[in-house]
C-alpha cells in the first residue's frame, strides 16, 4: 500500500490548510487511518485517526477542537482540516493505514505510512 499526502504549505497563525491522503489501495477502505506528525527536535506526535466507516474519530491533546479528520465511508482516503493554526503546528505531517478496522493514537498499531507533507505556520 502506496500513501500519497498533499495539501501542506507555508501559512499565517490563525489560517487553515487541508490536507488529504490517498492510499492506492482499495484494501485500506477496510482500515482505520491516522495522522501523526514530527517537529524538529522534537518525537513523532499523534494528530488524528479515524475508523474504517469515517465514524470513530480520536484526536491529540493538542488539537481537539482545531482539527477535524474525515474520511467518505469505506474509501481508502482521509482528510485532515486544520483550523487555528498555531506556529506549534509546523511539522511534517504523516499520513498511516491501521492494521484493524480503527485508528489509534499508538503508532505501532500502523503498518504503512506516506511521505509526509510539511506544514509551516509563521506568527
Known amino acids: 500500500v502506496q500513501l500519497q499526502a498533499s495539501g501542506g504549505g507555508l501559512v499565517q497563525a490563525g489560517d487553515s490548510l487541508r490536507l488529504s491522503c490517498e492510499a492506492s489501495?482499495?484494501?485500506?477502505?477496510?482500515?482505520?487511518m491516522g495522522w501523526f506528525r514530527r517537529a524538529p527536535g522534537k518525537e513523532r506526535e499523534f494528530v488524528a485517526a479515524?475508523?474504517?466507516?469515517?465514524?470513530?474519530?480520536i484526536y491529540g491533546d493538542s488539537v481537539k477542537g482545531r482539527f477535524t479528520i474525515s474520511r467518505v465511508y469505506a474509501q481508502s482516503s482521509v482528510h485532515l482540516q486544520m483550523n487555528s493554526l498555531k506556529p506549534e503546528d509546523t511539522a511534517v505531517y504523516y499520513c498511516?493505514?491501521?492494521?484493524?478496522?480503527?485508528?489509534?493514537?499508538?503508532?505501532?498499531?500502523?503498518?504503512?505510512w506516506g511521505q509526509g507533507t510539511q506544514v509551516t505556520v509563521s506568527s
Open positions: 479515524v475508523s474504517w466507516k469515517g465514524g470513530s474519530t
Open positions: 489501495r482499495r484494501t485500506a477502505s477496510n482500515n482505520g
Open positions: 498511516a493505514v491501521a492494521r484493524g478496522p480503527y485508528g489509534s493514537s499508538d503508532s505501532s498499531a500502523y503498518n504503512y
